[in-house]
């Protein structure tokens, strides 16, 4: 096959496209040898790229490790009163937030971002480890602080990784795939964590809540070392893809948009930073994932309220898996029709009605069985929550610059909602009732943001409708080609292929 390499223009200048001799000769290809490279590259693509989920898996359970800790002695052992452990969760976000923007700006600048997850995900689950030593308040504040702002490499950035190989068309139902780690996570955390607090008590002398933080940051550092050999780079330079292979992948994403996924020569360091900064798209997807955020902060408590049914602790911990086993299916199920259909809006909104049927439900009655259906409700509103970030990809999807400062921006940016979230789970004379108004409201702001910008993209697919009809009729070319012009290097259509659609 003959080598693919696509003309590159600034991104203002007109749309790119590659040899035409070589697209015809691959089209020509399309109903077999292309088809079967493409199928044999999508299928070594899954599964070097799962290694995510088990990262992923990791990277939530040293996070959120500390909720079972608290329940076996660790508020105690730290002297800790309740508003100095909402803010050893809340700290956390706060370097979260710090390092997304500047890490994910790293990712798309250097050539092999596989060494920089294996790396900082080494760091984190050394810093992880050393949760078990704390003694006091200020060191496990330190050390989450320190936690976050190193964990803050990997969700954005493997967005960014998967958005640099998959098709729109794929990236949702791989973006599921990639947060049912997260998924998966909540729902074995629970079991994880009972099987470490109920045995380890004692041993060695040291509290069961200490040998959680050990084993499971030992298990991070271990599966750290398989990132550098297994983890995709570029489609560009990857090993373990043949020539053929990686030509096929960067033409399937030149197809997909009309544009090369690579950053112009022109762009400086901070290309993408001042192009995302001044998209008015990107501080209504900000706010709306923030309160979508805010919403979900039950996760970091479900254990707590999964407790309020009655059992005792062990079993209350067996409990809190079930949902999130539920709510991974659905997701799974939301994300593969999300793809299918090319529609982002509904499936955001519709798993968020169920969310809000379940804070009803614990809001309005004290039945034991309809509270936890009511859990199962909330725990799939997560569905929803996936499909926005393959929404956040679609809705920017060149230059990458761009694109990799947009997904840590609206990321880095919703995680105040979970600062916010920590504050928001307080036990009061009605139960959790307060709290569960707060994420009801939450996310009906949610829903409204989204709908706005499902307005703000119908409005600029009418702008793109019109400047293809204005190209292809050239009737007042003084006219119609200067509105053509001025929509192809707008802010919002400066990568798109006639035919392009953002998806809504």
């Not at 049914?309 to 997701?331: A, D, K, N, R």
């Not at 593969?336 to 439900?361: N, S, Y």
């Not at 789970?425 to 139960?431: I, Q």
Request: proline content about 3%; charged content about 20%; some cysteine.
């Amino acid at each position: 096959m003959e080598e693919i390499k696509p003309e590159r223009t600034h991104s203002h200048d007109s749309i790119v496209k590659p040899a035409d001799n070589n697209v015809e000769a691959l089209r020509g290809e399309k109903d077999e040898r292309r088809i079967a490279i493409e199928k044999k590259l999508v299928r070594k693509l899954d599964m070097r790229c799962s290694l995510f989920v088990l990262i992923y898996i990791m990277n939530y359970l040293d996070r959120n490790n500390i909720a079972s800790a608290k329940a076996k002695g660790l508020t105690r052992d730290l002297n800790l009163n309740a508003t100095q452990y909402s803010t050893c969760l809340s700290i956390l976000y706060v370097g979260y937030i710090l390092m997304q923007i500047p890490s994910n700006m790293i990712i798309n600048k250097i050539s092999r971002p596989s060494w920089y997850i294996g790396i900082a995900m080494l760091i984190w689950g050394a810093i992880s480890t050393c949760s078990g030593v704390v003694t006091s308040f200020g060191g496990m504040l330190a050390i989450r602080f320190t936690l976050g702002f190193v964990e803050a490499a990997f969700l954005p950035g493997a967005l960014l990784i998967l958005s640099k190989w998959y098709t729109r068309r794929e990236l949702t139902l791989r973006n599921a795939i990639l947060f049912g780690g997260n998924l998966i996570s909540n729902a074995f955390a629970a079991l994880i964590a009972a099987g470490v607090l109920s045995n380890m008590e004692g041993v060695l002398g040291h509290a069961a809540w200490r040998w959680m933080f050990w084993i499971e940051g030992a298990a991070t550092m271990l599966i750290a070392l398989a990132a550098f050999f297994i983890l995709p780079d570029l489609p560009t330079n990857t090993r373990g893809f043949t020539e053929e292979e990686l030509e096929v992948a960067q033409l399937r994403l030149l197809e997909d948009v009309g544009e090369a996924d690579q950053d112009s020569a022109e762009e400086g360091v901070f290309s993408g930073l001042i192009m995302a900064v001044k998209d008015v798209k990107i501080y209504v997807m900000m706010f709306a994932l923030t309160a979508y955020v805010v919403g979900l902060s039950f996760n970091a408590f479900f254990p707590s309220l999964t407790g309020t049914l009655g059992f005792s602790y062990i079993p209350t911990l067996l409990m809190s898996s079930p949902p999130w086993v539920f709510s991974t299916i659905v997701s799974m199920i939301n994300a593969w029709h999300a793809d299918r259909t090319q529609e982002k809006f509904w499936h955001i909104v519709v798993p968020m009605c169920f969310g809000l049927i379940g804070f009803i439900i614990c809001m309005a009655t004290h039945n034991t069985a309809a509270r936890y259906i009511a859990l199962f409700l909330q725990a799939s509103s997560y569905a929803g929550f996936i499909v926005f970030y393959s929404w956040i990809s679609s809705s920017f999807p060149r230059p990458p610059a761009k694109r990799a400062v947009a997904i840590a921006m609206v990321n880095a940016f919703s995680q105040l909602g979970n600062i916010a979230g920590s504050y928001v789970w307080k036990l009061d004379s009605n139960g959790y009732r307060k709290a569960y108004g707060i994420v009801t409201a939450m996310f009906g702001v949610a829903i409204v943001l989204c709908f706005v910008f499902r307005l703000i993209l119908i409005n600029l697919n009418k702008k793109l409708e019109a400047g293809e009809q204005a190209w292809e009729t050239r009737a007042d070319v003084a006219d119609k080609g200067n509105k053509l012009e001025h929509i192809e290097k707008g802010d919002e259509a400066l990568d798109m292929k006639r035919g392009f659609r953002y998806l809504i």
